[in-house]
């Protein structure tokens, strides 16, 4: 047993990449399977440099698409694997997360968002939520968190390991190029000295005794013969993942009880929102705040409960309405008019969301 | 707005804006503050203008990039003309006097625009190593950001293993960053 | 009453007779794997990757533990497991499609790797699942669903030449054979020695089987036969094409000192 990689917690000044590395090795993920991508590059780079010193292993594929199934082998196995992709790579991802859907098979992916389509920029954006919340050829069931400040990236790779193995459906952690590469501190820490127990993981394959004499053979399959065995099964499916999505959402909002405007956002973005409506308070204007935290499943009710209050909703994202989508489908029936405020593939900052606020009062 | 020190620096590819930028924010992270820093990279990173985006604050800090710094600096023309974006009525504006600009390329609107002569200086008086480091001691000055002792400290972090092997270095980084500071602070 | 022939012991016996069609040599194949099995008494160490086409299939065939994946993605998830587990013996289940043409990057990488696993390919010159088109594998003329007037090798090329090529592109401690259902004893053999090359850490192992589908052929009993033994082997040369050599040594010292950047 090699020593824990972080002793108790200590404050770090650390790039997005790099913090993911270090939760992962804090999670107790034992194995990385990855293809170069920008901007995710530097979670292989700083994953590799460690991996040695705790005994943790990798392997460079020939495509995500191979990434995310050897990941998937690797939790069959039973390790605590995962993967980390962008979004070309996330298109091609895809495939074995469907997989892993469909086998309830707990892998962890970390997407560090680049513009979109195509391979549009290496640098950033919000574009990859559609493809993250509902990408291959279901319905989505998987749980995303989207993060924004580098402590939230720590802890909640660190969760993500959690509820993956606890749940067993898909996890991912949506970070985005500016989290990628920005530097800014946190505290990092053992999940021990913060009380956070680490759900162990377990064999799915290779288990122990002789299948058919001392145990039924696990057996494993993503292909049905008959439409009536499908819905069965994922009837079940979209049963557990009801069950569970209360205990899995989460929000953060503040001044909404009152508000004239909620101003909406996620990732990154919510941290220019946040800092926009504190000062718009500060001057005394009701104005609130609200972000999910997780993007799939949302935290519907909390997100009724506060649109269905507020006079207008302000959505702000660095997609084209991907993120509003989500939000419309979960307000259905809620007749509060959400306004757009949409910059595909660009950053919003806190000046743009405060400007935007200030035409929407003054209209 | 909440009270958070902007800072722009843009300047070619080797003239080392993303290095100075790494170590302001460092020496405010080591001093406890919150800080935040992102370079610009991909594409553009490769033969283009180099930009880097530092944010420092008591409190936590909102969006990576802003829309207008409170202090921005140029170190060639095309960064002139690329950082003119993110000048506003707030900005001293820092270029460089070796620059082949005319007033039209300038901002229009900054509060304040400061021509240094660090190409010059770092030139004849002290080394075009430490060229960058004249950068920083300007920044350092016109923002007092952070201390003057935490920056060398920052510095020692940084370069410490050189200056281990050639201590003439520190002295010549150490008097890089006093006269940025006094380039700025002399202006007035 | 009539005599049957044993199963395996490996083999499940509640999910037989298994779902092939009359005169699939997917049985065969498996009946060789299943005595292999048997034979190195490794049922408690294996895990089973079948792909999708017909070879999907076999997901509840042995009783071993099994996963079936999707098509062509059998070779990346038998990697994974292993590199998470050395100690399983992991044995993949294709089709030429799943090999040859969706995975063939998976194949190609894996080998160039020498993942410590085993690729077994059943080579019936078609796709059997989707009804019968070309597959990389169908021969020069051959009527598919896909190619109703024969194959034209000009618009789409020669048959794959599959374990020749992984032959080229591994390196010692690699074992490739081509076998032929037609020919029970080697084809067992060829299986049971590519399992104890993944069993002694040498190396990538690889079996292609020349196979029959007389659905899609749409031939009798006796066309079945010949058409493997004497039209696939027209372009399909069966025996072992690469052993590991004991006298070579296995890898060569590849850690070169490269500069990159530096982030400590």
Redesign the interface.
């Known amino acids: 047993m090699s020593e824990k990689p972080i002793q108790g917690e200590r404050?770090a000044?650390l790039t997005g990449n790099e913090v993911v590395a270090w939760a992962a090795v804090a999670s107790e993920a034992e194995i990385m399977f990855g293809y170069p991508i920008?901007?995710q590059n530097e979670i292989m780079h700083y994953w590799t440099r460690m991996a040695p010193k705790f005994n943790k292993r990798f392997l460079q594929t020939e495509d995500e698409i191979s990434a995310g199934f050897t990941t998937n082998g690797g939790v069959l196995a039973g390790l605590k694997a995962f993967t980390a992709t962008s979004g070309p790579g996330n298109t091609l991802m895809q495939e074995p997360i469907s997989m892993a859907e469909m086998m309830r098979l707990p892998i962890v992916t970390i997407v560090q968002q680049r513009g979109g389509p195509s391979s549009a920029?290496?640098?950033y954006s919000q574009q990859e939520v559609n493809l993250t919340t509902h990408g291959g050829n279901g319905e989505g069931l998987r749980i995303v968190y989207s993060t924004a400040?580098h402590q939230e990236l720590f802890d909640y790779t660190i969760k993500a390991f959690n509820t993956a193995w606890k749940y067993r459906f898909p996890t991912f952690v949506l970070g985005d190029?500016?989290q990628a590469?920005?530097?800014?501190?946190l505290t990092i820490y053992d999940p021990e000295v913060r009380g956070i127990e680490m759900v162990p993981a377990y064999k799915f394959v290779g288990k122990p005794g002789k299948p058919g004499v001392d145990r039924p053979p696990t057996q494993l399959r993503n292909i049905f013969n008959m439409e009536e065995e499908l819905f069965e099964e994922l009837g079940e499916q979209f049963a557990d993942f009801e069950k569970i999505s209360p205990q899995i959402a989460e929000c953060e909002q503040f001044g909404c009880e009152n508000a004239e405007i909620v101003v909406t956002a996620h990732g990154?973005?919510a941290?220019?929102a946040?800092?926009?409506v504190?000062?718009l308070r500060e001057r005394g204007l009701k104005v609130g705040y609200f972000r999910p935290i997780t993007l799939r499943p949302l935290p519907v009710k909390e997100l009724r409960d506060t649109f269905s209050r507020a006079q207008k909703v302000l959505v702000a994202e660095s997609a084209n309405g991907q993120f509003d989508q989500l939000l419309k489908y979960a307000a259905y029936g809620i007749t509060t008019e959400m306004v757009p405020l949409f910059k595909p593939g660009v950053?919003?900052?806190?000046?743009?969301i405060?400007d935007k606020v200030m035409t929407m009062l003054a209209s | 707005?909440?009270k958070v020190i902007k800072i722009a620096m843009a300047g070619e590819g080797g003239q080392g804006v993303q290095s100075v930028a790494?170590i302001i924010?460092?020496a405010a992270?080591d001093e406890g503050k919150?800080?935040?820093?992102?370079?610009?990279?991909?594409?553009e990173q490769r033969g283009g203008v180099s930009i880097a985006f530092v944010q420092i604050s008591d409190e936590?800090?909102?969006?990576?990039?802003?829309?207008?710094g409170d202090i921005v600096v140029a170190l060639s023309e095309r960064a002139v003309a690329r950082t003119l974006q993110y000048v506003g009525p707030q900005t001293t504006f820092v270029y460089d006097a070796s620059l082949n600009v005319s007033a039209e390329d300038l901002p229009k609107n900054a509060k304040r625009i400061l021509e240094i002569p660090a190409v010059e200086i770092s030139k004849n008086e002290l080394s075009p190593r430490v060229f960058n480091i004249i950068i920083m001691g300007a920044v350092v000055g016109a923002t007092g950001v952070i201390s003057v002792e935490g920056a060398k400290l920052a510095i020692e972090k940084q370069l410490g293993a050189k200056f281990e092997k050639q201590p003439k270095l520190r002295e010549l980084n150490f008097s890089a960053i006093d006269r940025g500071i006094d380039l700025v602070t002399k202006a007035g | 009453m009539s005599v049957q022939p044993t199963m395996p012991k490996s083999w499940r016996v509640d999910t037989k007779p298994h779902k092939f069609c009359p005169g699939c040599g997917h049985g065969l194949v498996l009946k060789a794997l299943g005595q292999a099995i048997d034979e190195l008494d490794i049922q408690d160490r294996v895990v089973f990757g079948c792909d999708i086409g017909c070879s999907l299939l076999a997901w509840d065939f042995f009783n071993v533990d099994t996963v079936q994946t999707h098509h062509g993605r059998t070779n990346p998830v038998m990697t994974g497991i292993k590199r998470a587990n050395p100690d399983l013996i992991c044995i993949g289940y294709m089709g030429d499609g799943g090999g040859y043409a969706i995975g063939s990057q998976h194949l190609v990488n894996a080998a160039t790797r020498n993942e410590r696993i085993t690729a077994i390919l059943v080579n019936n010159a078609q796709y059997g699942m989707t009804g019968g088109q070309m597959a990389p594998t169908t021969l020069p003329g051959m009527k598919t669903e896909t190619t109703p007037y024969g194959r034209d090798v000009d618009s789409t090329g020669y048959p794959c030449q599959g374990p020749e090529m992984v032959a080229a592109i591994t390196r010692e401690g690699a074992y490739v054979a081509r076998a032929s259902v037609a020919r029970p004893v080697p084809l067992k053999n060829y299986i049971k020695r590519a399992i104890e090359n993944q069993m002694s850490g040498n190396g990538f192992s690889f079996v292609e089987c020349l196979s029959t589908c007389p659905t899609n052929w749409r031939t009798n009993n006796v066309e079945t036969i010949n058409f493997v033994e004497k039209e696939m082997t027209k372009y399909y040369n069966v025996g072992e094409i690469k052993v590991p050599d004991p006298k070579e040594p296995l890898g060569i010292k590849t850690s070169i000192k490269v500069p990159t950047g530096g982030i400590g």
């Open positions: 404050r000044f920008t901007p920029t290496v640098i400040t190029g500016y590469k920005m530097r800014e501190p990154i973005v941290r220019a946040k800092s926009a504190k000062d950053g919003i900052n806190s000046e743009d405060y | 707005m909440s790494e924010a460092a992270n919150e800080c935040l820093y992102i370079p610009n990279f991909g594409v936590a800090i909102g969006a990576p990039k802003f829309n207008t």
